[in-house]
């Protein structure tokens, strides 16, 4: 032997029994433990499957885990003259393996581990969800009665915060336009009543004092309020055509061409106008002459000797600016006139059956047309402007904006 240190063996898992066994069966070298006892197990593992793992339970209910390996065909040969043997290595089962309690502690534990991340997802999922909520309640508070509730907005930038930030965005929308019906409703209705109040009295004392009274001239009256109350009807219905966007197919209106014509037709007050051709606009004819019957209307009333009217184009927008040499506007009014029945001193004196709808009717046409009405500077009169987008390409006679035709060339 070779000098030096003997190497120490390696170390084996703990095997409780161990048997040689033949083809045959029959146990040929057996381990201190399996002495004297039967083959643990049977058949031998076949040629293509060596290595077998097998549970073996014996009458007392004590079960063995079982490695059953066969000899290699050479192994055979070489020792056992070609009878095949097979080693068998046993221990005795776990109680735990035995009693089915691991699969009874997996399940539960499966359970518990799918009930307890099913727990921890639903609370995840409420506290995101609390959001929504919280809009869903404040929003099922929220009544016509009172809209000055707002949802709660959660910090950040998600998609909740979002949601809260819409909806209280609308919210604040829905509010201004209920408070605008509300007051023009009351408005309106002060407007009826007014004239109407008047009308059932001169009717009352015409009824009371038949011989005092002139009963012609109190038909005169009652025609004059009936008359009254018909155009403030007229312009409210008007405006809420205006305003509620009825679906009118636009066609295109010659801006300048229509000066012209609304300023020919013009009396008292006399009217200059200076315009220039291809002013083109995409909209609805009729509810721009009337923008601008009133507008020329308007001019003449507050007029001291002339109205200057200019249709011109700005870059991509049509601009047309009606001008007289009254005493102006006040700039602390020029937005106020254009909410319905407002009439500032001035206009009533010259003006007194106006019904104070005319200029809040023109600026909500020329919304509905993308345009926009505004009072701006002048060093005398008011200025009234117009401006409405162009529609390059498009003419009344050319409402497709279809281009010449090509014509054939003769052969």
Not at 143 to 158: E, I, M, W
Request: aromatic share 4%.
């Amino acid at each position: 032997m070779r000098p030096g240190d003997v190497p120490r063996p390696t170390a084996m898992s703990k095997v409780d029994l161990l048997q040689l066994v033949d083809s045959r069966n029959r146990v040929v070298l057996a381990s201190p433990a399996a002495a004297g006892r039967p083959a643990l197990t049977s058949p031998l593992p076949p040629p293509e499957d060596r290595l077998e793992y097998r549970t073996v339970c014996e009458p007392d209910g004590t079960c063995l885990m079982l490695t059953a390996m066969r000899s290699l065909p050479y192994q055979a040969n070489l020792i056992w003259g070609g009878e095949p043997h097979a080693v068998y290595s046993g221990r005795a089962e776990p109680a735990i393996l035995a009693t089915r309690r691991l699969e009874l502690f997996t399940a539960v534990g499966v359970l518990l581990a799918t009930a307890l991340l099913a727990w921890g997802r639903w609370c995840q999922m409420g506290r995101a969800l609390r959001p929504v909520e919280e809009i869903r309640a404040t929003m099922s508070e929220i009544t016509a009665s009172d809209l000055s509730l707002r949802v709660p907005q959660p910090p950040g930038h998600d998609v909740f915060a979002e949601l809260a930030r819409t909806a209280n965005q609308t919210l604040d929308r829905l509010e201004s336009a209920v408070g605008q019906l509300r007051l023009f409703a009351s408005v309106a209705s002060h407007e009826l009543k007014t004239p109407l109040t008047g009308l059932r009295a001169a009717l009352e004392e015409a009824l009371l004092y038949r011989d005092e009274v002139d009963a012609h001239k109190t038909i005169e009256v009652a025609l004059e309020t009936t008359d009254r109350c018909k155009e403030i009807i007229d312009d409210l219905l008007a405006l809420t055509r205006v305003r509620a966007a009825d679906p009118v197919q636009p066609e295109p209106v010659d801006l300048g061409l229509l000066v012209e014509q609304e300023t020919g037709q013009t009396r008292g007050v006399p009217v200059h106008a200076k315009t220039v051709k291809g002013l083109t606009v995409l909209g609805h004819r009729i509810q721009l002459v009337r923008v601008l019957t009133n507008l020329l209307a308007n001019a003449q009333r507050h007029a001291h000797s002339a109205v200057w009217v200019t249709a011109e184009r700005d870059g991509d927008q049509a601009v047309v600016a009606v001008q007289d040499d009254g005493d102006g506007i006040p700039p602390e009014d020029r937005e106020r006139i254009f909410e319905p029945f407002v009439r500032l001193r001035d206009a009533q004196r010259r003006d007194p059956k106006g019904t104070g709808l005319g200029l809040a009717i023109s600026r909500s046409v020329l919304e509905a047309h993308d345009g926009t009405l505004q009072v701006e500077d002048s060093s005398h009169g008011a200025r009234f402007v117009v401006r409405l987008p162009l529609a390059d390409g498009l003419t009344p006679d050319n409402p497709r904006g279809d281009g010449p035709r090509n014509q054939a060339r003769p052969d």
